[in-house]
């Protein structure tokens, strides 16, 4: 059986981004392009009035943020999945985001291969962060003292974090540190211990949560 079109809602509060992003998904056969909002007030009352998939929202908007929508959103509408996109990209705005379940967190500046994509992972039930967002939170974990409220980490632990997180495999991983494949696997297991994680993916989750814990 065919998969019905994803429904989404696009909140931003600048009219020619809309109009850029409406132009861009439009011929989309998997899209359908519910309404559009200029601020966070309107694209509620659009998720309370129809059937939506996603929502895709800016951050700085007038009358409600990106944040609170966000917030609001997951309390009154859960079935229905956010993806942030934004021109923000300081740590404590995606670390706001993530602590408040956003499914997903992408740059404007991001390619509509790279946005399809996150549609699409998002819709599919994962969460979908961007490289580059993936890699400004590992910055902030492991510099200007980030790292003090986070549970004791080696050297090498936080090599192989940043790793991990940068999608490197474990072949990949133990070339560049001159280390064996199972040397690796034993940090991993250590860091998913020390931090009471269960998986890789648990990993990359908790570094975008706690990009400025």
Same mark, same amino acid.
């Given at each position: 059986?065919?998969?019905?079109?994803?429904?989404?809602?696009?909140?931003?509060?600048? =009219?020619?981004?809309?109009?850029?992003?409406?132009?861009?998904?439009?011929?989309?056969?998997?899209?359908?392009?519910?309404?559009?909002?200029? /601020?966070?007030?309107?694209?509620? =009352?659009? !998720?309370?009035?129809?059937? *939506?998939?996603?929502?895709?929202?800016? @951050?700085?908007?007038?009358? !409600?943020?990106? @944040?609170?929508?966000?917030?609001?959103?997951?309390?009154?509408?859960?079935?229905?999945?956010?993806?942030?996109?934004?021109?923000?990209?300081?740590?404590?705005?995606?670390?706001?985001?993530?602590?408040?379940?956003?499914?997903?967190?992408?740059?404007?500046?991001?390619?509509?291969?790279?946005?399809?994509?996150?549609?699409?992972? @998002?819709? =599919?039930?994962?969460?979908?962060?961007?490289?580059?967002?993936?890699?400004?939170?590992?910055?902030?974990?492991?510099? /200007?003292?980030?790292?003090?409220?986070?549970?004791?980490?080696?050297?090498?632990?936080?090599?192989?974090?940043?790793?991990?997180?940068?999608?490197?495999?474990?072949?990949?991983?133990?070339?560049?540190?001159?280390?064996? =494949?199972?040397?690796?696997?034993?940090?991993?297991? /250590?860091?998913?211990?020390?931090?009471?994680?269960?998986? *890789?993916?648990?990993? !990359?989750?908790?570094?975008?949560? /706690?990009?400025?814990?």
């Amino acid at each position: 059986m065919k998969k019905e079109k994803i429904n989404i809602v696009i909140a931003d509060d600048h =009219q020619m981004f809309l109009d850029g992003l409406t132009s861009l998904l439009k011929d989309e056969e998997s899209i359908h392009l519910v309404d559009t909002a200029l /601020n966070g007030e309107e694209a509620l =009352q659009i !998720v309370e009035r129809n059937q *939506v998939d996603i929502l895709i929202m800016d @951050i700085s908007m007038p009358k !409600v943020d990106g @944040i609170e929508l966000n917030s609001l959103v997951k309390k009154n509408h859960p079935s229905v999945k956010t993806l942030a996109l934004t021109s923000h990209s300081d740590h404590y705005m995606i670390s706001k985001l993530a602590k408040g379940k956003v499914n997903g967190y992408l740059l404007k500046n991001a390619e509509k291969f790279e946005l399809l994509l996150a549609i699409n992972k @998002i819709d =599919q039930g994962e969460d979908y962060f961007s490289q580059m967002v993936k890699d400004k939170v590992v910055e902030s974990m492991f510099s /200007n003292g980030a790292e003090n409220d986070l549970p004791e980490l080696s050297k090498r632990e936080k090599e192989i974090i940043k790793l991990i997180v940068s999608q490197d495999t474990a072949p990949e991983i133990a070339e560049k540190l001159f280390i064996s =494949q199972n040397t690796v696997n034993t940090h991993r297991k /250590n860091i998913l211990t020390k931090l009471k994680l269960k998986n *890789v993916a648990g990993l !990359v989750k908790f570094a975008v949560e /706690n990009g400025l814990a």
